[in-house]
């Protein structure tokens, strides 16, 4: 077992003098085309990945919740009904699930739970995403409630967008609860509907570059994107009242009116278009199992971020600039909100621990900075870990 879970279920032991009754993981996620698309109703292709959340959990028969974060080695204890903010950030995770679990109208009592996990906080990999739908599914189990995964789902964002204040999109927890070993998932944000592609790494791997940098834009700017993108569609209903986002808009449409938006609008919503074209094509280049097309898409979706959506920064830009000098990688991007975090880059297999070697020291170089980069290997969504031998 993962000595990181032997410590959790040992945390558990001594701080409730009991077993957990069940033991669950819960996946980061990795997006690999179609960025700031979720929430505009387009089209996403992410997959959960081996680095995870893991919580040791047992019901109660009251309504308290004892938790305690492994990792922060931090506690609060706190009742269902009094879901209070306070200056632990880390609990409003867990408050705003248990809060619209309630709001669904299923009864369940407390619990006492350990959590702790190996996903890198602030590298864009949705570790928030995880504690959400870790604790969901967990609840989901040890009450028996019967909540179908796409309302885990769905409850995970609200908890998100209402309770931790992130206006967030459905991605992440997406990825988290309903990733599948070896597919990336092209998931529609306007129908939920969903399709898996094969993505095995036999022959390409994927390789994350963390910058290690959060710059404080990240959450301001989000909501402001949100806003531009939302201020795009008000000027195009006029013209065409059953456009609803800018899904609905064809390249050609928001061409015609180009003249009638702020320059800077008008470039936040033709990334969009384009972004949600262009996972559509991707998917295509995916099923003819043409990687290089593929990669080539996802330096295009670099650029619309840094200049059109103007969401990355510096230390990203250097790292997408200093792969694309390297012929082994096939695709580079930031990945996910941006302002700092990771990218992610598509690299023949055999080519990827030069190509670590090669960025680690230039990003010391050029930037003095020390890079972290993550191999990463898709695995299957939220489940029960259900034996000592599982592999974590
Ligand atoms: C963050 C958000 F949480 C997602 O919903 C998504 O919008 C992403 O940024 C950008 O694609 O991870």
């Given at each position: 077992m993962d000595p990181l879970v032997t410590a959790i279920i040992e945390t558990f032991r001594a701080s409730f003098g009991t077993e957990p009754a069940l033991l669950v993981r819960s996946p980061g996620r990795i997006n690999l085309i179609g960025e700031h698309t979720d929430y505009n109703m387009g089209f996403v292709l992410p997959a959960a990945i081996d680095r995870e959340m893991f919580f040791a959990i047992s019901p109660r028969t009251d309504n308290v919740c004892r938790t305690i974060a492994y990792n922060l080695n931090r506690q609060e204890t706190f009742a269902t009904d009094q879901l209070e903010k306070t200056?632990?950030?880390?609990t409003y995770y867990l408050k705003g699930v248990i809060d619209q679990i309630q709001k669904l109208g299923y009864e369940f009592h407390g619990f006492d739970l350990v959590f702790g996990g190996n996903i890198p906080v602030g590298?864009?990999?949705?570790s928030s995403a995880a504690l959400e739908a870790g604790l969901a599914f967990a609840i989901n189990e040890l009450y028996q409630l019967g909540i179908p995964k796409m309302a885990l789902v769905q409850l995970c964002q609200r908890a998100e967008n209402q309770f931790v204040g992130l206006n967030c999109g459905i991605m992440d927890m997406f990825a988290s609860l309903m990733g599948d070993t070896d597919a990336v998932i092209r998931l529609d944000?306007?129908?939920l509907e969903y399709e898996y592609f094969p993505f095995t790494q036999d022959q390409h791997v994927l390789v994350l570059c963390d910058t290690g940098v959060k710059h404080s834009l990240g959450t301001s700017e989000y909501n402001t994107r949100r806003a531009e993108c939302e201020r795009g569609v008000a000027i195009l209903q006029a013209h065409k009242?059953?456009?609803?986002?800018?899904?609905?808009?064809s390249i050609e449409f928001l061409q015609e009116h180009q003249?009638?938006?702020d320059p800077v609008t008008y470039k936040r919503c033709k990334y969009i278009v384009e972004e949600i074209n262009r996972v559509v094509e991707a998917c295509k280049d995916l099923q003819k199992d043409d990687l290089e097309a593929f990669g080539t898409k996802m330096y295009q979706t670099h650029e619309g971020l840094q200049?059109?959506?103007?969401?990355?920064c510096e230390e990203l830009d250097f790292l997408v600039d200093q792969a694309r000098l390297?012929?082994?990688?096939l695709g580079a991007r930031m990945m996910g909100g941006g302002f700092g975090g990771c990218t992610i880059n598509l690299i023949e297999k055999g080519a990827a621990d030069a190509f670590i070697e090669t960025m680690t020291k230039a990003y010391k170089e050029s930037l003095n900075l020390d890079l972290v980069t993550h191999k990463v290997v898709i695995k299957k969504g939220t489940s029960r870990l259900e034996s000592s031998n599982e592999r974590v």
């Amino acid at each position: 077992m993962d000595p990181l879970v032997t410590a959790i279920i040992e945390t558990f032991r001594a701080s409730f003098g009991t077993e957990p009754a069940l033991l669950v993981r819960s996946p980061g996620r990795i997006n690999l085309i179609g960025e700031h698309t979720d929430y505009n109703m387009g089209f996403v292709l992410p997959a959960a990945i081996d680095r995870e959340m893991f919580f040791a959990i047992s019901p109660r028969t009251d309504n308290v919740c004892r938790t305690i974060a492994y990792n922060l080695n931090r506690q609060e204890t706190f009742a269902t009904d009094q879901l209070e903010k306070t200056e632990e950030k880390w609990t409003y995770y867990l408050k705003g699930v248990i809060d619209q679990i309630q709001k669904l109208g299923y009864e369940f009592h407390g619990f006492d739970l350990v959590f702790g996990g190996n996903i890198p906080v602030g590298a864009g990999v949705s570790s928030s995403a995880a504690l959400e739908a870790g604790l969901a599914f967990a609840i989901n189990e040890l009450y028996q409630l019967g909540i179908p995964k796409m309302a885990l789902v769905q409850l995970c964002q609200r908890a998100e967008n209402q309770f931790v204040g992130l206006n967030c999109g459905i991605m992440d927890m997406f990825a988290s609860l309903m990733g599948d070993t070896d597919a990336v998932i092209r998931l529609d944000c306007r129908s939920l509907e969903y399709e898996y592609f094969p993505f095995t790494q036999d022959q390409h791997v994927l390789v994350l570059c963390d910058t290690g940098v959060k710059h404080s834009l990240g959450t301001s700017e989000y909501n402001t994107r949100r806003a531009e993108c939302e201020r795009g569609v008000a000027i195009l209903q006029a013209h065409k009242p059953s456009i609803q986002s800018l899904r609905d808009v064809s390249i050609e449409f928001l061409q015609e009116h180009q003249a009638e938006f702020d320059p800077v609008t008008y470039k936040r919503c033709k990334y969009i278009v384009e972004e949600i074209n262009r996972v559509v094509e991707a998917c295509k280049d995916l099923q003819k199992d043409d990687l290089e097309a593929f990669g080539t898409k996802m330096y295009q979706t670099h650029e619309g971020l840094q200049h059109e959506y103007e969401v990355s920064c510096e230390e990203l830009d250097f790292l997408v600039d200093q792969a694309r000098l390297n012929p082994a990688v096939l695709g580079a991007r930031m990945m996910g909100g941006g302002f700092g975090g990771c990218t992610i880059n598509l690299i023949e297999k055999g080519a990827a621990d030069a190509f670590i070697e090669t960025m680690t020291k230039a990003y010391k170089e050029s930037l003095n900075l020390d890079l972290v980069t993550h191999k990463v290997v898709i695995k299957k969504g939220t489940s029960r870990l259900e034996s000592s031998n599982e592999r974590v």
